[in-house]
């Protein structure tokens, strides 16, 4: 099973809502991902956990929180985001951190602020 | 900035071979050349990596030049459901970061 779930598949929230986005794997990866996409860009990493410990934050707006309570878990909590955070929030998961790993994304969650 | 070059574009007609091109000729030894693709309103899906020999699988194979500045995508058989954004990275490190370029739209025709 190489498959990678988030939920919810959509989300419409206003600014001074919280929020939560789930990811799930059940493939034993010990990294995972977040990136977010805007319509017609490349996807953009935000986020990089490695043994449930946060690797990389791309320079993110604190607005986003990320948390990996345990090695199939990955979730990004928002709250008071802005319009412009409207986007894909794409998870991605692999067996490590090498390059020689490939990575499995799921769906994608897309998200609307208003 | 990992950084490649590929064409915004490219056309095939279904059942054809497909070659998608792409240079990163800023590619330092130990990088891992990767291929993803994005089909409409989904995820990206991994397609192919390899580091310097030519690499196949079920779905596709990947040539590397000689001095692994450039690859090659190839699609035997173009279906309409490879119809994607097909995108090529020079992937290094031990850190994840896996830096998405503009990638190369696939038309399929029937």
């Known amino acids: 099973d190489t498959e990678v779930t988030q939920t919810p598949k959509h989300l419409v929230m206003g600014m001074t809502n919280k929020k939560s986005l789930k990811c799930e794997q059940h493939?034993?990866?010990?990294?995972m991902y977040w990136y977010k996409q805007k319509a017609k860009k490349p996807p953009e990493l935000m986020f990089v956990?490695?043994?449930?410990?946060?690797?990389i934050n791309e320079s993110v707006p604190s607005r986003f929180s990320p948390e990996c309570p345990n090695s199939s878990l990955l979730n990004l909590h928002l709250h008071a985001l802005q319009p412009e955070d409207s986007a894909l929030y794409l998870c991605?998961?692999?067996?490590?951190?090498?390059?020689?790993?490939?990575?499995?994304f799921g769906p994608g969650t897309r998200l609307t602020v208003t | 900035d990992a950084k490649t070059t590929q064409p915004n574009s490219m056309e095939s007609n279904e059942e054809e071979p497909v070659h998608l091109p792409c240079n990163h000729s800023?590619?330092?030894?130990?990088?891992?050349i990767h291929w993803y693709r994005q089909l409409p309103s989904q995820g990206p899906e991994y397609v192919i990596h390899?580091?310097?020999s030519n690499v196949n699988n079920r779905m596709a194979s990947l040539a590397i030049a000689e001095d692994r500045k450039s690859s090659t995508l190839i699609l035997h058989r173009a279906t309409l459901r490879d119809a994607a954004v097909y995108y090529c990275?020079?992937?290094?490190?031990?850190?994840?970061?896996?830096?998405f370029g503009k990638g190369t739209k696939l038309s399929v025709k029937p």
């Open positions: 956990y490695s043994y449930e410990k946060l690797s």
């Open positions: 990275i020079h992937y290094g490190g031990s850190q994840g970061n896996l830096i």
């Open positions: 800023t590619i330092s030894g130990t990088d891992y």
């Open positions: 493939m034993g990866h010990r990294a």
């Open positions: 390899g580091l310097t």
């Open positions: 991605a998961s692999s067996q490590g951190l090498h390059p020689n790993y490939e990575q499995y």
